[in-house]
């Protein structure tokens, strides 16, 4: 630090405020020229030692709650990290490679970076081997720890044909050196490679037999992989009970391994492997949140208070959804991130309309829709639209509530989204009806009715409501469907009643949503008791 301290007092070197030093560029080519005739690899060699070591120096923090501050850290140095990664495949220093490989797949991953970091860990992957003697014999589990942050990056990327190389060089490296833990990471990539290619038998007989080669080489981090993996391929398939099983495994090993990223990565699955039950999605997302506070992961607090926001709403906590929706906003102002903004004013704008306030939620809806405007997000704009054309239809404005169903219809006609296109059809019949024309209201929904089955397991945007919609047109068209529609929209509100084990939770449930009342309601009139 001497030696710098005088060259910057010459002014050979300047020093920035972040305490960084750079050299004008005509002396460094007149050093460059000068060092020619000196042979200075020893000082290279040193270089580059020095940012591969930084690199793996903060692989803890980049795993942990400082994610933010290690990250910004380390951007700083990508160049230099860059040239000291080509030196060490150059050079054959597999030590140096393997001992940051994990680093670089965090910071790639964090980047979005997942093509340069699959080039840099194959580059690595594949170089000769130039170890100092007393790490000559542990070439095999070095590549092997590259390959396995090189198959995760293809997980990541989802590039399952370049996966399934990676997990038959892993396979292979393992049975030639004897290395289950290999073998363990070869199955489980080959297993996560099937199933992205639509061959879930394959891919459970693989990460099944990946999971009882990582517990015989007590190879935790892999173990807790193929759990979560085991989690997800259940849940996808629709096995519920099965994935809660292997998730809550994969959850304590994550813990255990102090994986701050995996263990949120785990609870956002778990909420929505538990999604009929808003207390498990609380308390799974609650602690997500938490992850995220502390990590100062701005990115990861949206999404947490996302699936929250739309808990609150889903069960008529109205209040809370509010609450959610402001602390999001405040958060993508401090990012000034307009497209964060706009996934929580709709939810906000439905939040102040169902607690009465048209007026404030009109404004955050039609916020909405000029911020999905002005980024050409057409998808989007008929979400704000469609909600616009239900709170014009609460205040009574006829015309400016169909104007907006209508023209959410034919933006999901373009797209298209058919689903969400009777979504906002089944609106407009209701205002249609409103308007005394119940011809036109029935031609609208008679045929949605046809497919109100297959629209119930379809992401539409509220089911309840398009059931009413449709059961209310049918009663005032006098249409024999009428009955049923209101008793299987009362069966549907009844197996989500059923479904909360909160005896408060599922009160307001019951209560707080007027849609659910007046289905309940109206049952209750057609079937007294």
Not at 18 to 25: E, F, I, L, V
Not at 488 to 510: C, E, N, V
């Amino acid at each position: 630090m001497e030696q710098l301290a005088k060259l910057v007092d010459k002014s050979l070197l300047q020093q920035d405020s972040g305490g960084r030093y750079a050299m004008h560029d005509l002396l460094r080519r007149f050093v460059s020229t000068r060092a020619q005739a000196h042979d200075l690899s020893a000082i290279a060699a040193n270089h580059n030692v020095y940012y591969l070591d930084f690199l793996r120096r903060y692989e803890q923090d980049l795993r942990g709650d400082a994610v933010d501050q290690a990250l910004a850290v380390v951007c700083t140095e990508l160049d230099n990290i860059r040239r000291a990664w080509a030196w060490a495949v150059e050079h054959g220093r597999l030590d140096l490679l393997a001992a940051s490989a994990g680093a670089l797949y965090l910071v790639c991953t964090m980047l979005g970076l997942w093509q340069e970091g699959t080039q840099l860990l194959e580059e690595a992957a594949a170089s000769s081997v130039h170890l100092p003697i007393y790490q000559a014999g542990r070439a095999a589990p070095m590549r092997m720890t590259v390959l396995i942050e090189l198959a995760k990056l293809c997980v990541i990327g989802g590039d399952a044909v370049r996966l399934l190389q990676v997990a038959q060089r892993l396979v292979k490296l393992g049975r030639d050196s004897g290395l289950d833990q290999a073998r363990a990471a070869g199955h489980w990539a080959w297993g996560q490679s099937n199933i992205a290619q639509a061959r879930p038998k394959r891919g459970q007989r693989h990460l099944e037999l990946a999971l009882r080669l990582a517990h015989h080489a007590n190879a935790a981090s892999v173990r807790a992989n193929v759990l979560f993996s085991l989690g997800k391929a259940a849940y996808f398939q629709g096995e519920n009970r099965r994935a809660q099983f292997w998730l809550e495994q994969a959850l304590t090993c994550y813990r255990q391994l102090d994986q701050r990223q995996e263990e949120a990565d785990v609870l956002s699955t778990l909420s929505h492997v538990y999604q009929d039950d808003p207390v498990k999605v609380y308390q799974f997302t609650m602690q997500r949140l938490r992850l995220a506070q502390r990590a100062g992961r701005i990115i990861d607090e949206l999404h947490a208070l996302h699936r929250l926001t739309i808990l609150w709403l889903n069960v008529g906590e109205y209040a809370q959804t509010r609450e959610c929706c402001l602390q999001a906003l405040r958060l993508a102002e401090q990012m000034n991130s307009s497209h964060h903004a706009q996934l929580f004013l709709d939810f906000l704008g439905l939040a102040y309309h169902y607690l009465g306030d048209d007026i404030t939620a009109l404004h955050y809806l039609e916020r909405m829709a000029r911020l999905c405007k002005a980024a050409g997000d057409q998808r989007a704009l008929a979400y704000a639209l469609h909600w616009c054309g239900q709170v014009y239809l609460g205040r009574g404005e006829l015309a400016n509530a169909a104007n907006c169903y209508t023209q959410a219809a034919d933006i999901r006609r373009h797209y298209p989204q058919p689903h969400l296109v009777l979504q906002s059809q089944a609106g407009l019949a209701r205002v249609r009806l409103a308007q005394g024309d119940n011809e036109d209201a029935w031609h609208l929904v008679d045929p949605i009715v046809e497919q109100l089955e297959e629209l119930r397991h379809r992401d539409v945007e509220d089911a309840t409501m398009l059931w009413l919609n449709c059961y209310q047109v049918l009663a005032a068209n006098y249409d024999a469907r009428t009955g049923a529609v209101l008793n299987h929209a009362h069966k549907l509100i009844q197996t989500r009643a059923a479904h909360i084990s909160d005896p408060a939770i599922r009160q307001t449930f019951l209560q707080n949503i007027s849609v659910n009342c007046q289905i309940v309601d109206a049952w209750q009139r057609r079937c007294p008791q």
